[in-house]
């Protein structure tokens, strides 16, 4: 499953964690991620992987970010376009 998540400048989600593996990629912006207690800083063509149960969040930069997002297998609260990260 894709999902393309356009975050506001100085956004933050919720630490949370989820069954489905996760790989993200930022096509804009800016920001830091954080995994399993740790802070990793992210711009434009960072590429990262967050397995199944691994709590992780994320806080945009003063730029906002454009993420691609993809679940494997797919997460069934974001099968419902608008669903998901701002919910």
């Not at 790989?23 to 920001?31: A, D, I, P, Q």
């Not at 454009?66 to 998901?84: C, H, N």
Request: aromatic share 8%; glycine share 16%.
């Amino acid at each position: 499953m894709l999902s393309l998540v356009r975050c506001e400048s100085n956004a933050a989600g919720s630490i949370h964690s989820h069954p489905q593996e996760q790989w993200g990629v930022c096509l804009e912006g800016s920001g830091v991620r954080i995994q399993d207690g740790v802070e990793v800083a992210f711009e434009k063509g960072d590429f990262w992987r967050t397995p199944g149960g691994i709590e992780h969040g994320i806080r945009v930069g003063p730029d906002g970010a454009t993420v691609l997002d993809i679940f494997a297998p797919p997460r069934d609260e974001y099968r419902k376009s608008g669903s998901g990260f701002g919910d």
